[in-house]
């Protein structure tokens, strides 16, 4: 195959151009653990809100940070408030009572998808104390654009 | 008009007929995500309006136009009647039908499960049964575009194929690849249950099967574009193609790649774990190197282009482009739209960085430039070009067709740009209205949804011009002499190889394709299916 100098370079660039890319991307994988919400853990859809995982729902706070158990439905989030300390790490527990939802708080990267049959767990720290919005963001139904909850990041003393 | 032309026209008028009405319904979703209080604005015709939208453009006009496009490719490079000629009717009539079944499922409001279709929303099962025709239809397509190459095959041994009809192997092989994930999805899960033979369905399991089928389904819009780049563009400039032999590679990495990929959709899913997401990351981005040769090879043919016509400085090349010819521009402006498209691609296949982006404006922002321009933009342009060659008529309103293109560009960068910042502001993609019940934090987005309300009204002009454009000819187009017209291909500027080489040895490619594919989804799916489960009844929450 006869390939131009120029296209050489080009390609060439383009190689190194997606190694650096991939580069970064390991780095944060190797180096600060950074992946996608991927837990693995089922439950039974339609009973949910008998599940003794979802029983207490809400915050749990203690030293060393905070638990946050959510059942996401149509259209609402349940508890549609919640109080987590700044500074330490949270652990968000959601699962679907119905369709599929997502489970986003606007201008972080806290983000996740909702599956019925699944229960999705991420752990995150807010830096910035103050009120965040939760929004689901996988349409589930006519009143997808309502479904919201708030987040309220507290300062400690 | 030959009977192969006859067969691409009527594929080609489903297209343009589904373009139109998709058209219409995106311009009401702009005017509602900017609440603008229109008198018929309600949450139940926004999400119909968002399936149907989705449907049309991205499944029927698509398909439609790809299917038009291979037989012009098989008539015109091969020099032969498509196939099977029965078989490719038969297609035409089992797509169209279930087309016409699965929007009359959506406009009846018994299907607002937009097209993605995740379980455990539940349509009525003839939206589901109409979407499986459409497919079955285009796997006759696909059966009438191999049994051509194969007659073709048989009389010239040691030819090399036509570029063009190379391209378009690659992309019926990346075709029949793709749908059995969705063929599995809709055939095993999705009718059963919405008949109720099933209770229930493992909605992850389908996700995975859906994605198995819907990245490599933006493949098979892009190839035939890629198509039209390398082999009509470059001719239509003025120029020849700068490197044959790179285009043909470019083919065979699509075949390779396409389709282990597709958890870079589901980075947010729960019960897919981080390893195989991060392995179907690494093919990712692998299936960027062939966009970037192609962005050297087009852009290098179009420099020859401007040569040929007198330039002689460094970028004055690119004034001599026919700015002017419909075609020329709608081609030029994807390919800027593009750029910015693939760059946004890269981020949202990055892993950590998804997170930032998942479901938000960014995404539609994203593939509005994409599928949206690469692939729309190219075949609007390229439907200039092949309605006066096909129909024998000659192209009315050409000054309407002049302008479309560049109102397109306008209009996608107004809508496209500033859904990428409301993305990363965090506001979701797919809402009816954007304020939350008047939150501070949702406010911020309010002027932007604005600026992207003013680009859909630049799209839904340019669709109008495309749309006169089209309509006109075909009912009123001066005759031509002679009826249909050839069609010129462009020629590489080097003569290509006497003798075919081992990158149109399909079957090779096709089953390295099948072992990657194995060994990105075997295990992951064998895994998932020995896990306890618990599956979803069906919810119609429309």
């Known amino acids: 195959m006869n390939v131009h100098l120029y296209e050489k370079i080009w390609m060439w660039a383009s190689g190194l151009l997606i190694v650096a890319f991939l580069a970064t991307i390991t780095v944060g994988v190797a180096g600060s653990?950074?992946?996608?919400?991927?837990?693995?853990?089922?439950?039974?859809?339609?009973?949910?809100?008998?599940?003794?995982?979802?029983?207490?729902?809400?915050?749990?706070?203690?030293?060393?940070?905070?638990?946050v158990v959510l059942i996401a439905m149509m259209f609402a989030f349940q508890p549609a408030e919640v109080h987590v300390p700044a500074n330490r790490p949270v652990t968000f527990r959601v699962t679907s009572a119905d369709v599929t939802h997502g489970f986003e708080i606007v201008g972080t990267n806290g983000n996740t998808m909702v599956v019925p049959g699944y229960v999705s767990q991420f752990t995150t720290t807010f830096r910035t104390p103050g009120e965040y919005l939760i929004v689901c963001n996988e349409y589930c139904g006519l009143s997808h654009h309502l479904m919201s909850a708030k987040l309220i990041v507290e300062t400690q003393p | 008009m030959t009977r192969s032309d006859r067969l691409s026209l009527a594929h080609f008028w489903v297209a343009i007929l589904a373009f139109g009405a998709a058209s219409a319904m995106a311009f009401m979703q702009a005017l509602?995500?900017?609440?603008?209080?229109?008198?018929?604005?309600?949450?139940?015709?926004?999400?119909?309006?968002?399936?149907?939208?989705?449907?049309?453009?991205?499944?029927?006009?698509?398909?439609?136009?790809?299917?038009?496009?291979?037989?012009?490719?098989?008539?015109?490079?091969?020099?032969?009647?498509?196939?099977?000629?029965?078989?490719?009717?038969?297609?035409?009539?089992?797509?169209?039908?279930?087309?016409?079944?699965?929007?009359a499922t959506v406009l009846a409001g018994r299907a607002t499960v937009l097209y993605t279709f995740y379980p455990p929303l539940q349509a009525h099962p003839a939206f589901y049964i109409g979407l499986t025709l459409v497919i079955v239809g285009s796997w006759c397509?696909?059966?009438?575009?191999?049994?051509?190459?194969?007659?073709?095959?048989?009389?010239?041994?040691?030819?090399?194929?036509?570029?063009?009809?190379?391209g378009m192997m690659a992309t019926v092989i990346v075709w029949f690849i793709a749908t059995i994930g969705v063929a599995a999805e809709v055939l095993l899960q999705l009718i059963p249950w919405s008949l109720g033979w099933t209770a229930t369905v493992d909605p992850v399991?389908?996700?995975?099967?859906?994605?198995?089928f819907g990245h490599p389904l933006v493949y098979f819009w892009l190839l035939p574009a890629y198509v039209i780049?390398?082999?009509?563009?470059?001719?239509?400039?003025?120029?020849?193609?700068?490197?044959?032999?790179?285009?043909?590679?470019?083919?065979?990495?699509?075949?390779?790649?396409?389709?282990?990929?597709?958890?870079?959709?589901?980075?947010?899913?729960?019960?897919?774990?981080?390893?195989?997401?991060?392995?179907?990351?690494?093919?990712?981005?692998?299936?960027?190197?062939?966009?970037?040769?192609?962005?050297?090879?087009?852009?290098?043919?179009?420099?020859?282009?401007?040569?040929?016509?007198?330039?002689?400085?460094?970028?004055?090349?690119?004034?001599?482009?026919?700015?002017?010819?419909?075609?020329?521009?709608?081609?030029?402006?994807?390919?800027?739209?593009?750029?910015?498209?693939?760059?946004?691609?890269?981020?949202n296949a990055s892993f950590g960085m998804n997170a930032v982006v998942h479901n938000t404006a960014f995404i539609q922002g994203h593939f509005h430039l994409t599928v949206g321009s690469a692939v729309a933009l190219t075949f609007m342009g390229a439907s200039y070009w092949l309605l006066p060659r096909l129909s024998g008529r000659e192209l009315e309103l050409g000054l309407l067709a002049r302008v479309q293109p560049y109102l397109w560009f306008i209009g996608m960068m107004l809508f496209s740009f500033s859904n990428h910042i409301t993305g990363l502001m965090g506001m979701p993609r797919r809402i009816y209205d954007a304020s939350y019940g008047g939150s501070t934090i949702a406010a911020a987005w309010k002027g932007l949804t604005g600026v992207s309300a003013?680009?859909?009204?630049?799209?839904?002009?340019?669709?109008?011009?495309?749309?006169?454009?089209?309509?006109?000819?075909?009912?009123?187009?001066?005759?031509?002499?002679?009826?249909?017209?050839?069609?010129?291909?462009?020629?590489?500027?080097?003569?290509?190889?006497?003798?075919?080489?081992?990158?149109?040895?399909?079957?090779?490619?096709?089953?390295?394709?099948?072992?990657?594919v194995l060994i990105a989804y075997a295990y992951p799916l064998w895994i998932h299916l020995q896990m306890p489960r618990f599956g979803s009844p069906g919810f119609k929450p429309f």
């Open chain 1, 33 to 67: 653990a950074l992946q996608p919400p991927s837990h693995v853990e089922t439950i039974d859809p339609t009973r949910v809100w008998n599940d003794p995982r979802f029983a207490k729902r809400g915050a749990t706070v203690d030293e060393h940070g905070a638990t």
């Open chain 2, 32 to 103: 509602s995500r900017a609440s603008l209080d229109l008198p018929w604005r309600s949450a139940k015709m926004y999400y119909l309006s968002v399936t149907a939208h989705g449907v049309l453009m991205a499944l029927v006009f698509t398909t439609f136009f790809i299917m038009a496009f291979g037989y012009v490719v098989v008539s015109r490079t091969l020099d032969q009647e498509p196939s099977g000629m029965k078989l490719a009717w038969a297609g035409f009539w089992i797509a169209l039908a279930g087309t016409v079944m699965a929007a």
């Open chain 2, 141 to 166: 397509w696909g059966a009438v575009m191999l049994l051509s190459y194969r007659s073709w095959r048989a009389k010239h041994r040691d030819q090399p194929a036509p570029l063009a009809m190379h």
């Open chain 2, 205 to 212: 399991l389908a996700r995975m099967l859906f994605w198995y």
């Open chain 2, 229 to 347: 780049w390398y082999t009509v563009l470059p001719r239509v400039a003025g120029g020849k193609l700068f490197s044959d032999p790179l285009a043909r590679l470019v083919f065979v990495l699509f075949i390779l790649f396409s389709t282990p990929v597709g958890f870079h959709h589901q980075f947010m899913d729960p019960g897919v774990s981080a390893g195989w997401k991060l392995l179907h990351t690494f093919l990712t981005f692998a299936i960027l190197f062939p966009s970037f040769i192609t962005a050297f090879t087009v852009t290098a043919s179009l420099e020859v282009a401007g040569r040929m016509q007198g330039a002689t400085g460094l970028v004055d090349w690119i004034g001599k482009l026919p700015w002017r010819e419909p075609l020329f521009s709608s081609v030029a402006l994807s390919m800027i739209l593009f750029a910015v498209g693939g760059i946004g691609g890269a981020i």
């Open chain 2, 454 to 516: 003013v680009g859909g009204l630049f799209l839904f002009a340019s669709a109008g011009f495309f749309m006169l454009v089209m309509i006109g000819t075909g009912l009123a187009g001066k005759r031509t002499a002679g009826g249909g017209q050839p069609i010129e291909w462009a020629e590489p500027l080097h003569p290509v190889a006497a003798q075919r080489t081992w990158l149109d040895r399909y079957w090779v490619w096709t089953a390295v394709a099948i072992v990657l």
